[in-house]
C-alpha cells in the first residue's frame, strides 16, 4: 500500500541546533515533494518544494533533499529559533494536481 | 494580498441540518480543493476542482458535496451532517500542476452534536 510516513514522535531540540525531520514513502513515484508548517488551529504554510531531478534545494535557514533511490526527503533548519516550532508537514504529488500528506512531526525548539 | 478566505471560522450545528462552507481564493488559481484533518490521521482529501464546473472525489467523499460555478469559489457542502463530520476543514488552491505550492485557508471547526 502507499505511505508517507514522518516521525510520529516529538523532535525537541535546543535553540541555535539544526533540527533534521524526515519523510519516507512507498509505492509512490512523486513528481515533487513538498514541505509545509502548520501552527495549531492554523491552515498549513507552504515553504519548499523539490523536484525529482533535484538532489537538494534551499531557503535561507531551510534545506530539503530529495533521494528518488531511498524514497526520503529531509527536511533541515539551521540555526533553530523558539519560533520554528510547529507541527512540518511533507505532501507528495504522485499525479496530476493531488496532494497527498504525511501525519507531520512536532518540532519544539527550547531557548 | 493572495489570500484563500473560508467562513465561518467555527461552526456548532446539529445532525441532520444541512450546512455550506464558504471558500473563495484571489489569486486565480485554477485548482482548488477540500481537505479534513483528524487527530492522528492527518489531512485527508474530500473533493478537488481542476477548473470550473469540473470536480472530482478525494479520498473521503462520502457525505460530502461541492460545487465549482466561478473560478473563486468553490462551496463544502453538507446535506445531512453527522457526528463523525466533527473535524477541522481546510481548502486550498494552486495553479495547475501545484508547482508554486498550494495555498491553505484558516480552516473552519465544526462540531456536529
Known amino acids: 500500500s502507499q505511505k508517507i510516513e514522518q516521525n510520529s514522535e516529538a523532535l525537541n531540540i535546543q535553540e541555535g541546533k539544526t533540527a533534521t525531520l524526515t519523510c519516507n514513502y512507498t509505492n509512490y513515484s512523486p513528481a515533487y515533494l513538498q514541505w509545509y508548517r502548520q501552527d495549531p488551529g492554523r491552515g498549513p504554510v507552504f515553504l519548499l518544494l523539490i523536484r525529482e531531478n533535484e538532489k537538494e534545494k534551499r531557503k535561507e535557514r531551510l534545506k530539503v533533499t530529495f533521494d528518488t533511490t531511498l524514497k526520503q526527503s529531509l527536511f533541515h533548519i539551521t540555526a533553530s529559533q523558539p519560533a520554528d516550532s510547529a507541527t512540518y508537514l511533507c505532501a507528495l504529488v504522485p499525479y496530476g494536481n493531488k496532494l497527498v500528506f504525511g501525519a507531520g512531526t512536532i518540532l519544539r525548539v527550547k531557548s | ?113
Open chain 2, 1 to 113: 494580498e493572495a489570500q484563500v478566505t473560508q467562513n465561518p471560522r467555527y461552526l456548532i450545528t446539529v445532525t441532520g441540518k444541512k450546512l455550506t462552507v464558504t471558500c473563495s481564493q484571489n489569486m486565480n488559481h485554477e485548482y482548488m480543493s477540500w481537505y479534513r484533518q483528524d487527530p492522528g490521521l492527518g489531512l485527508r482529501q474530500i473533493y478537488y476542482s481542476m477548473n470550473v464546473e469540473v470536480t472530482d472525489k478525494g479520498d473521503v467523499p462520502e457525505g460530502y458535496k461541492v460545487s465549482r460555478k466561478e473560478k473563486r469559489n468553490f462551496p463544502l457542502i453538507l446535506e445531512s451532517p453527522s457526528p463523525n463530520q466533527t473535524s477541522l476543514y481546510f481548502c486550498a488552491s494552486s495553479l495547475p500542476g501545484g508547482a508554486g505550492g498550494y495555498t491553505f485557508g484558516s480552516g473552519t471547526r465544526l462540531t456536529v452534536v
